[in-house]
């Protein structure tokens, strides 16, 4: 892709704690950020605050960080969040059994509020003890 495409092309954003560089490539087959087994997908989106999100909610103690991602397979719509919880894809969530390249890391986002983070871990804990908490992998 010329620079000049890419100037024009829509962003992706991935959330985590793992510490990677530009031109690693994000794989399926590793444990997700989510749940303790490896899923078959990768998953990204396009607005930053759930970029944010991700990072925050990512399991581990490693730092917080945010990659801009270019997919070098197919995207779809993540069915986890797309009409199943809002209808269409607000969240502008996608996914990928293809590799995700790192092309750079966002640096001065600023996260969410500590009782933000914590509402939203224990709405996940609770949907977890309820059996409803499951990812469509």
Known sequence: MTQCARAFSQTYFHGTRAVLTAGDMLRTGYRSNFVNKALSWIYFTS????????????????????????PTGPVGDDPNV??????????????SKDPLRIL????????????????????LARMVAEGTYKILD
């Open 47 to 70: 607005t930053l605050d759930a970029a944010i999100w991700g990072a925050e909610l990512a399991a581990g103690t490693g730092d917080l960080r945010i990659y801009i991602v270019e």
């Open 104 to 123: 750079g890391e966002v640096v001065g986002w600023r996260g969410h509020s500590p009782e933000q983070v914590s509402a939203m871990r224990e709405g």
């Open 82 to 95: 797309t009409d199943k919880r809002f209808p269409g894809n607000p969240t502008m969530s996608y996914r």
